[in-house]
């Protein structure tokens, strides 16, 4: 199949493209969700739309392969995640390929989404052959306490659009490393990465039932269901905290642990004494990553007096200078909007803070012709009061703010529920930890505009989430520490 030539029927043959339900290790195939292509607004392809029966159905599948999977020797299990990654990493162009197809990114972001995403799946091959226990004696002298680590149990994974790859093998990997098994809930805006990556997985000997993956266009319901069954004893989500709040009500209904990714409102703070031009290319890679729709996107941009007007006069120019268009032309850097309702909201939020004051110096207005375009955008003088400054704008735009000193910095910073990812730049390493120390926020880049790391805790602090994945910790998301009193 050349990847020059993709069209709609290949999503369903037999290949890595193919889709539908897949729950015990077998293809259901089937229609009812339509997935589109942003750049273009045509349809792709139809997905399953899964019902509560076949939920159900993915809970009894898991169910049945639990036990096998949990015997199954971590070096094993390690083996099985390392072939996977070396498939992902065999097939990254024509995953990127098709990320790009149904999310719109534009392909070098895609193909670094695919080589991020693969890393999860080496990291926790290597973190499933070091899940450590302890030993010591109890201060009482009475018995020797002993600390063991099984799985939890069945997982419920529910991943966003904006990272259909990455987001997925985040939690995959570390729940496989721990011996669980899972059922994987991809955005129905973006499923055929998912069910291309399961292929790839039954392909590196994921035994049938330990990974399933299905769509459905009636969330809640079926995820309900899934935990309301006493059998899931884990919820693995990132999305918006709107939704992180409804889910956390409803696993509390059977108390089923929750790793909770949720929303952010990141702050990019640059002081006087920065380096001008490394800000400037920070300022682009925490903004314009996946066109700004991402968690980890620099939301608001609190610049110095001193250096603020050079800031904003060499972000307006690398932001003009950017190449809108569809994620699959070679040639596009800023690629389309997941949604039409996406382009919405940037433009509510855009000429909501114009009408308050703010200076449009590039962009400003969603383009036309079809496809889900905005472009990239910068606004000066913007008030704290506008809705921009408080919600996630999820796309191409930077709202630049003044400020005068290091407290002030702080309390804007702070200034929102959120607390995901925050980014300092400044040319003085004490002030920006110790900048960093006084943001409530789970992630701190200093004078570095991506942050993201197989290896490094991801999570956020106030109603950013619970919990963190990647990293060391990842893994004791899907794991519960089991205590023996021993005598001997």
């Not at 750049?39 to 639990?66: F, G, M, N």
């Not at 993956?213 to 989500?237: E, G, I, Y």
Request: with cysteine; aromatic share 8%; charged share 20%.
């Amino acid at each position: 199949m050349s990847l020059d030539t993709l069209h709609p029927a290949d999503f369903a043959d037999p290949g890595l493209h193919a889709a539908g339900l897949f729950i015990g290790g077998e293809w259901l195939p089937g229609g009812g969700i339509p997935v589109v292509n942003p750049s273009t607004a045509e349809t792709l392809a139809e997905v399953p739309d899964a019902t509560v029966a076949d939920a159900l159905r993915a809970v009894d599948a898991a169910e049945a392969a639990a036990a096998g999977w949990r015997a199954t020797p971590a070096r094993q299990r390690s083996e099985i995640l390392r072939r996977w990654f070396h498939l992902m990493t065999d097939h990254a162009e024509e995953l990127a390929q098709l990320i790009s197809l149904e999310n719109g990114k534009a392909l070098p972001d895609a193909r670094g989404e695919v080589a991020y995403a693969a890393e999860f799946f080496r990291w926790y091959a290597e973190e499933a052959v070091r899940i450590a226990g302890e030993f010591r004696h109890a201060p009482s002298g009475a018995n020797h306490i002993l600390v063991d680590h099984d799985p939890i149990g069945i997982a419920v994974l529910i991943t966003p659009w904006n990272f259909p790859a990455a987001m997925a093998t985040r939690k995959i990997g570390p729940a496989l490393a721990a011996g669980c098994t899972v059922i994987l809930k991809p955005a129905s805006e973006t499923p055929l990465t998912a069910y291309a990556m399961a292929r790839l997985g039954a392909e590196a000997g994921v035994p049938p039932g330990v990974v399933n993956v299905l769509t459905t266009s009636q969330p809640a319901p079926v995820t309900n269901a899934m935990l309301a069954d006493p059998r899931v004893r884990k919820l693995s989500f990132t999305g918006s905290t709107g939704v992180g709040r409804v889910l956390l009500a409803e696993a509390a209904k059977s108390v089923v642990s929750c790793s909770m990714e949720l929303g952010g409102n990141a702050p990019f703070v640059v002081f006087d004494d920065a380096d001008l031009d490394a800000a400037l290319n920070g300022a682009m890679i925490a903004k314009m990553r996946n066109a700004g729709e991402a968690c980890t996107a620099a939301n608001r941009f609190y610049v110095q007096s001193g250096i603020h007007d050079a800031f904003v006069a060499g972000l307006t120019e690398r932001m003009a200078a950017l190449k809108v268009g569809p994620g699959t032309d070679p040639a596009t850097q800023v690629g389309p909007m997941i949604t039409t309702r996406a382009v919405q909201k940037i433009g509510r939020l855009v000429q909501e803070a114009v009408s308050l004051g703010a200076r449009v110096t590039t962009g400003g207005a969603a383009l036309p012709g079809s496809g889900y375009y905005y472009p990239p955008t910068v606004l000066d003088n913007v008030s704290p009061d506008a809705a921009i400054a408080h919600e996630e704008i999820f796309g191409p735009v930077a709202p630049v703010y003044r400020f005068e000193t290091e407290e002030q910095a702080i309390r804007l910073a702070n200034a929102t529920e959120y607390g995901l990812a925050a980014y300092v730049y400044s040319g003085d390493l004490s002030r920006a930890l110790r900048v960093g120390k006084g943001i409530e926020a789970g992630m701190i880049a200093i004078n570095r505009g991506l942050m993201s790391d197989p290896a490094a805790p991801f999570g956020g602090a106030k109603q950013s989430g619970l919990g963190r994945e990647g990293g060391v910790t990842g893994i004791l998301e899907f794991m519960e520490p089991k205590y023996f009193a021993v005598a001997f």
